[in-house]
């Protein structure tokens, strides 16, 4: 992933949930620039989701109902459990 396009994911991660805010900032430390195809999409799909339904989805209060999404949401449940810990 190109530098722009990395900033320009790091600007839409920038929510009104400070713990949205932390876990979003931990996944694409860890894992933006290796995000490409079905990852990035479900990704973007993700931040699309308003901040209460999204922190539902991290803190585990709710199941992801897509497949196409549910690695993305794992892997952002491990940044959670990492920035709390």
Known sequence: MEAAELRRL???CRRGLLENDLVLRAY???????????RLRAFETLLEYSDNDLWDLVSGRADCADPAMSAVVEELRRCQIRETQ
Do not use: F, Q
Not at 31 to 38: C, N
């Open 10 to 12: 790091e600007w839409r």
């Open 28 to 38: 694409l430390d860890r894992h933006g620039p290796g995000l490409a195809g079905e």
